[in-house]
């Protein structure tokens, strides 16, 4: 029976060898019918010894029933994004500030690699084992696709590290070939099916289907290009260690991956993969350089949303040239004004553009940009199309300079710029139309209250007609209101009025953000609701409690304080909640029975996956760690437990089983 199992698990590992080196690396070792070989006496032998099957075998892999519906997951840690930079000018400020900010003199060692233009997802193993996977979401929280990442066959489902990490995400994306694409795409025109736009589409609309029948029949490429949580983190000094280490486990890694020393070896490396471009296999949209020493990357840190240590060097898009027939002030949510300038429409890689932003009134100066001008005009990914440069040759005489409104052109109060500051704002306030406009817009967000079918012209009339003013009378809204307003017929008004109704119960963290306030995104909702346990307590919080919260800085911790402060904001706020809207508390962490208890989980759990597991405990108030110390006071063995049963037994630690965690939580 040893023997039948040992061979077992030995194919398993050469079917999982030959799929990486078929499906991922494009360099089968053996033929298609050696391979097919393989699989046949692994499913005999798996038929004759059933209960030998593996968890972790090739033939466990897909489960062909769709799923119900995506499990939202936190990611262990952020996902984050990155900057871009256009220029070798700004990619040696970019060098420069990474040598001020560490005091170094000589050049930075970096890891190149081309940006690949797919879709960002995070694999998650646990003692070796892949648990789950998510999407990036908003890189606090992702979508669960554990169900179409499992029918990548070049994604293991063990890694080959002995030992393996105890918890490690492996981050990376997934991509659509262009061979592969093109032969889909014929297929699929041939057939009658699904004809995409472009690999990345292809690529995004598999991962997010409920079904994984239909990602097993798309031919998704998984390349890995770093990591979050990594348990043992200490065993590696840089970047290229750790993309070794992938390597070395089985997960396929970016072929073009390179060391390079500076701000001329990254031009280096960006101008090889830029002449490679059309002809490499994979879409790109520009080439990423990583600080390689981890110890670097750790001091460096991140700001907002995007690394210090790593940058995206972006190929510059398809510029066109337009004339600019006028200059629009737009004023924002929070008061910013945008000029806008108006353009002949034109057709910017695929994309019909009649509006290009000018940033403000700096940008303007620096590229010379008149009322009149031709101007060539860039779309770099999905951001507003942008003026790169004017056509002076054809400057004519007709042409007028900007002139910046000193009133604001919503609400004619004052526009102000403050000192060092590149925005200029609109000082209305609350009591400016269209920073309510734009402050409703965003309430009714998917992220936000989520109100569906509360479109911008239904807003818009709601607003002329002075039907609301403000967020909370979006809820004094009745059916009589709504039919009356243009379009709207009896159909559409009770789905409004019931997705209005159904956005009333929201998570304390998108009521947070829902609000508005300058700069607080979802990240820091999510760290405010974290941290308060009502809305009351964050109302009444001050600068101490605010700059205590690991992300929150200075100025953010002021905007929130001046939020506030500000009568109106409080009179609305108090106005949603006695309109029912309802505000859903996490479960509190403290005062629990699980309070100061240190939990380690291991082996697979049956009735709760590890990630409810942990939440379990997390919400009773306990903590959960990867490793056994004298300070775990339970060890929550599951299935074929590893080594950490051996370690809990040597030092003591009390062993449970998920039914014991469960008593303990309700019996205490
Ligand atoms: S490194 C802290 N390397 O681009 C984030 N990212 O626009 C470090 N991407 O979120 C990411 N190819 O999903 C890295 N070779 C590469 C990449 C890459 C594509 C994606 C990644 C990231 C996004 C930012």
Redesign the pocket.
């Not at 996902?79 to 990155?82: G, R, Y």
């Given at each position: 029976m040893r023997n039948i199992e040992s061979k077992i698990k030995q194919l398993i590992q050469e079917i999982d060898f030959h799929n990486s080196q078929y499906h991922g690396l494009d360099n089968p070792k053996i033929s298609d019918s050696e391979f097919d070989q393989l699989v046949r006496t692994l499913i005999k032998l798996e038929h004759e010894y059933p209960h030998l099957i593996q968890p972790d075998s090739p033939t466990q892999r897909v489960g062909s029933k769709p799923i119900q519906g995506f499990t939202q997951v936190d990611h262990l840690t952020p996902?984050?994004?990155?900057d871009n930079v256009f220029s070798s000018d700004d990619l040696l400020s970019f060098e420069n500030r990474i040598k001020d900010r560490l005091s170094l003199d000589k050049d930075v060692e970096f890891i190149a690699?081309?940006?690949?233009?797919?879709v960002?997802v995070n694999l998650v193993y646990e003692s070796g084992k892949l648990e789950y996977a998510t999407t990036?979401g908003d890189g606090v929280t992702g979508e669960d696709v554990t169900h179409n990442v499992l029918t990548i066959k070049s994604i293991p489902m063990k890694l080959n590290s002995i030992p393996p990490p105890k918890t490690i995400e492996i981050?990376g994306?997934i991509i659509i070939t262009k061979k592969d694409f093109e032969t889909m795409n014929n297929v699929n025109a041939k057939t009658g099916l699904k004809v995409f736009a472009n690999p990345r589409n292809a690529a995004a609309g598999s991962i997010r289907q409920l079904d994984p029948n239909v990602a097993q029949n798309r031919p998704l490429k998984f390349y890995a290009?770093?990591y979050g949580m990594l348990s043992n983190q200490e065993d590696f000094s840089s970047h290229q260690d750790v993309i070794r280490f992938l390597r070395n486990s089985g997960i396929i890694t970016?072929p073009y991956s390179t060391l390079v020393k500076g701000t001329s070896g990254c031009i280096m490396f960006y101008e090889k993969i830029d002449a490679l471009r059309d002809s490499l296999d994979f879409e790109i949209d520009g080439v990423?350089y990583?600080v390689n020493k981890l110890s670097f990357q750790k001091d460096l840190g991140f700001v907002s949303k995007?690394?210090r240590w790593?940058i995206?060097h972006k190929f510059s898009s398809v510029e066109v040239e337009s004339k600019i027939i006028d200059v629009n002030f737009q004023v924002g949510r929070t008061g910013t004004i945008t000029p806008v300038a108006k353009l002949k429409p034109i057709n910017v890689g695929g994309v019909m553009v009649s509006n290009a932003t000018l940033h403000n009134m700096d940008e303007i100066k620096r590229k010379d940009i008149r009322n009149g001008d031709y101007v060539f005009v860039r779309r770099a990914g999905d951001v507003i199309p942008e003026i790169v440069s004017i056509n002076k040759k054809k400057r004519g005489e007709k042409t007028k300079e900007i002139i910046f409104p000193k009133k604001c052109p919503s609400c004619e109060s004052d526009i102000v710029r403050k000192d060092g500051e590149s925005a200029a704002k609109c000082t209305g306030g609350s009591h400016c139309p269209d920073q309510i406009r734009e402050g409703l817009k965003h309430f009714v967000s998917r992220k936000a209250f989520d109100i569906d079918g509360l479109g911008e012209k239904i807003i818009d009339q709601l607003l002329v007609s002075n039907m609301i003013k403000s967020t909370s009378d979006l809820y004094a809204l009745d059916a009589e209101k709504i039919i009356s307003l243009e379009r709207m017929a009896e159909r559409s008004t009770d789905k409004l009025i019931s997705s209005i109704k159904a956005s009333k119960a929201i998570s304390f963290e998108r009521f947070i953000y829902a609000q508005g306030i300058n700069d607080v995104g979802l990240a820091t909702s999510k760290a405010l609701a974290d941290n308060f346990p009502t809305l009351e307590d964050l109302i009444n919080t001050d600068m101490h409690q605010l700059m205590n919260i690991h992300d929150i800085g200075p100025v953010v911790a002021k905007n929130i304080l001046m939020f506030f402060a500000v009568e109106q904001n409080l009179n609305n706020i108090r106005r949603l909640i006695k309109m029912g809207v309802q505000i859903e508390y996490r479960p509190r962490h403290d005062n629990q029975i699980l309070k100061n208890q240190t939990f380690v989980l291991t082996g697979s759990l049956t009735s709760m996956s590890r990630i409810e597991a942990q939440e379990i405990i997390e919400n009773n108030g306990g903590r959960v760690t990867s490793s056994v110390s004298t300070k775990t006071s339970y060890l929550v063995a599951g299935k074929k437990p590893g080594s950490k049963i051996n370690k809990a037994n040597d030092i003591g630690v009390t062993i449970i089983n998920e039914d014991q965690l469960v008593s303990l939580i309700n019996n205490g």
């Open positions: 996902m984050l994004s990155l690699e081309p940006k690949l233009d797919g960002a990036r981050r994306e290009h770093g970016s990423v990583k995007a690394p790593a995206a």
